[in-house]
Every structure is written in C-alpha cells, then in structure tokens.
C-alpha cells in the first residue's frame, strides 16, 4: 500500500507565497516522474508543473517564473513552490506521482488534494 499526504495549503493575499509538499510513503521500490495539477471551480483539472526522474521540468505558461517544482528522492516527497500568487492560482492543487512498487511496476497515485485560496 501507498499514501500520499499532501501539506502547505491556505489562504494568502495576492502576491504572497506558499510552499506545498506531498510525501509518499508504504511499500516504495522506487519514484518515477511528479506532478502537481489544479483544478479550480467550474474548471478542468490542469496540469501545473512536473519533475522528471532527472530533475527535467515543465511549467504551465500561466505559472512559469512563478511557481517551482523540487522533489527529495531519499524522503519520497516532491513540492510546489509558489510565489507572487493571483486570485486566478485559487484551486485544489494535487499531486501525482509515479511509484515504482517493484522493478518495471510503476503505478499511478493522487494526493488528497489541498486548497489554495488568494484573496484580499
């Protein structure tokens, strides 16, 4: 068995910053590639930055120069750093992580999501 715990979430004023983590732990082989998504009301979920096996990163255009994505093979945690936060950043952010339970078996798993709300 496999969690995730994600952690970091709360309301903050436009222009602020937060830091998200999201720890996996259980029977881990081994971490693959990481994610964040968000989906705000009424609105898809999509996807906001990853981290490869090699530390290869990809944002969102929306969030690029603002948000940074890190991850810490050895606690089994990747994390969202977001900074000069706008009311349209408001949303359940998720984590999604590709975990090895044992050679070559990579399963997909969620966060429990944790709410980012930016607001005066």
């Known amino acids: 068995q496999v969690q995730l715990v994600e952690s970091g979430g709360g309301l903050v004023q436009p222009g602020g910053s937060l830091r998200l983590s999201c720890a996996a732990s259980g029977s881990i082989f081994g971490l693959n590639a990481m994610g964040w998504y968000r989906q705000a009301p009424g609105k898809e979920r999509e996807l906001v930055a990853r981290i490869t096996n090699d530390g290869t990163t990809d944002y969102a255009d929306s969030v690029k120069g603002r948000f940074t994505i890190s991850r810490d093979n050895a606690k089994n945690t990747v994390y969202l750093q977001v900074n000069r936060l706008v009311p349209e950043d408001t949303a359940v952010y998720y984590c999604?992580?590709?975990?090895?339970?044992?050679?070559?078996?990579?399963?997909?798993?969620w966060g429990q999501g944790t709410q980012v709300t930016v607001s005066s």
């Open positions: 999604n992580l590709w975990i090895f339970l044992g050679p070559g078996l990579a399963h997909n798993y």
